[in-house]
Nanobody
């Protein structure tokens, strides 16, 4: 089972994007869902997480700019990204927290130009 992220693209610094990730109900309903990213030459890192009752946490680097949310009826998790910076350029993935290796999809590329 893979979780496929979508919604990436090219945006100028200061712009916004919204990422989406749909999961199987069996995964989504019991899991803490997270957004991860991997920038060129860097390790993959978690940027945001959300519990089934909508408690959220963020990496310091995105706090105040990114918002994670989930639609339990659609088994979908979102990442609203605002005030984007060139350093946010990365491939973004969704997975559970803690992650499951078998859930990694191809991710969606976000490129922020200066």
């Amino acid at each position: 089972v893979q979780l496929q992220a979508s919604g990436g693209g090219l945006v100028q610094a200061g712009g916004s994007l919204r990422l989406s990730c749909a999961a199987a109900r069996s995964i989504f309903s019991i899991s803490v869902m997270g957004w991860y990213r991997q920038a060129p030459g860097k390790q993959r890192e978690v940027v945001a997480g959300i519990t089934s009752d909508n408690s959220t946490r963020y990496a310091d680097s995105v706090k105040g700019r990114f918002t994670i949310s989930r639609d339990n009826a659609k088994n979908t998790v979102y990442l609203q990204m605002s005030s984007l910076k060139p350093e946010d350029t990365a491939v973004y993935y969704c997975n559970t927290i803690p992650l499951h290796q078998e859930y990694w999809g191809q991710g969606t590329l976000v490129t922020v130009s200066s």
